[in-house]
């Protein structure tokens, strides 16, 4: 039986270990791949790569899957405005899927016999890749030495020294993933309930003062332009990201349910995702009716939480796609938002399917489209049934 074998290599500790243990002590012929759903430069793919090869592996590829990332699962947030708990843009999970799916692919079309990746047994990244490795390739066995040896980090680096490799890793206090949709932030802090994590420990600093104002233009939901400039989203959301992370928006801490079942704290700081996500969600205040809001709010709620928990490839992901798409036809205009240090603002939006149209009255002010009875009328009917209920279970 062949011995090749496709890891998923990030270049972080929990990876390179595996990369030599793979290759070294189990003697499997290890094709290293990392993929690029955004956060690489090219200095850094070329940084990955030759460490790869000082691990030992037999070869290694960069899979460039920004636009796949996005039109796969960022555009369904966006078009869901899917914070989870109200707070956090997904930014690592969602990445993960198309991670797994672009490296299941990978491995088949090499005809690989194994798949590998570095996640622990207690959090939720074992369950994305597994889950997504076992539906697209059954025959196809996964490796884990991390979770199966239960190796602590001290462990990995003194068995990484051993074998002649020594990057500092103990040099490195916070654990960061840079992606379209945002970086996470991990640190000694987020493993408590009540430290913030400090100001160096984001990836961007604050380097602007005072304010200014960006335009984001949507078309049918998708982000097609900044400031006037046509692009496609993902570069939109990438121009957006360097615009406002120079003034240090974005930036807080998760709270959350793992997939495993316990809490877990997490940093991050994603300001392309929170702006593009409020100002999406402003414009569907204007263009929506009342109904597709109340409707599409439960049905994102519930995309996120499927994508967060690994549940990506179940069909009711393409029905609520379906959905999402379907209520973004008269999702188009501008909106202005302004840019502060550490925050922003949303000015407004203009569109040409603005449902506040002055021509059929202004709210508070006046009406143009009916008589005083015939609101008189209209109350009195849509109460009939509180008053029905108040009057038969009134006490006696």
Request: net charge negative.
């Amino acid at each position: 039986m062949s011995k090749k074998l496709v890891l998923a290599y990030s270049g972080g500790l929990d990876t390179s270990y595996c990369a030599v243990h793979l290759s070294k002590d189990l003697g499997y012929e290890v094709h290293a791949v990392s993929v690029n759903t955004g956060g690489f430069t090219s200095e850094e793919i070329k940084n990955i790569e030759s460490n790869a090869y000082k691990m030992g592996v037999a070869t290694y590829k960069n899979l460039d899957a920004v636009a796949s990332y996005y039109e796969k699962v960022v555009k369904y947030l966006i078009y869901g405005n899917v914070l989870k708990n109200n707070t956090y843009p997904l930014s690592v999970s969602a990445e993960r899927i198309i991670q797994a799916i672009e490296i299941v692919e990978y491995a088949k079309s090499i005809n690989a016999g194994f798949i590998a990746h570095g996640s622990t047994g207690a959090g939720n990244d074992q369950v994305r890749f597994d889950m997504i490795f076992q539906t697209l390739a059954p025959h196809i066995e996964i490796i884990t030495p991390i979770r199966d040896l239960k190796l602590s980090r001290q462990e990995e680096i003194d068995y990484l020294k051993s074998n002649g490799v020594d990057m500092s890793w103990d040099k490195a206090k916070y654990s960061v993933n840079k992606g379209l949709w945002g970086t996470s932030v991990g640190g000694e802090e987020t493993l408590t309930s009540e430290k913030p994590l400090p100001e160096h420990a984001y990836p961007s600093q604050l380097e602007k003062q005072g304010s200014e104002k960006a335009t984001l233009t949507f078309k049918k939901g998708q982000f097609v332009a900044l400031n006037g400039q046509a692009n496609s989203p993902e570069k939109n959301i990438e121009a957006l990201h360097t615009l406002a992370s120079a003034y240090a928006i974005g930036r807080d801490i998760h709270v959350g349910d793992t997939i495993v079942g316990i809490k877990g704290r997490v940093g991050f700081e994603a300001a392309a995702a929170l702006i593009t996500i409020k100002a999406h969600h402003l414009l569907e205040k204007h263009t929506l009716t009342k109904w597709q809001l109340q409707h599409k709010e439960y049905l994102s709620s519930f995309y996120g939480m499927h994508l967060h928990e690994g549940q990506y490839l179940d069909p009711v992901m393409r029905n609520i796609e379906a959905f999402l798409e379907s209520s973004q036809q008269n999702v188009s205009g501008d909106v202005v938002v302004t840019l502060k240090p550490y925050h922003f603002m949303l000015d407004g939006i203009t569109s040409e399917h603005d449902l506040m149209n002055a021509k059929f009255g202004s709210y508070g002010e006046m009406n143009k489209g009916w008589t005083s009875d015939e609101a008189k009328g209209f109350i009195k009917i849509i109460g009939n049934q509180n008053k029905i209920y108040h009057q038969v279970n009134s006490e006696s």
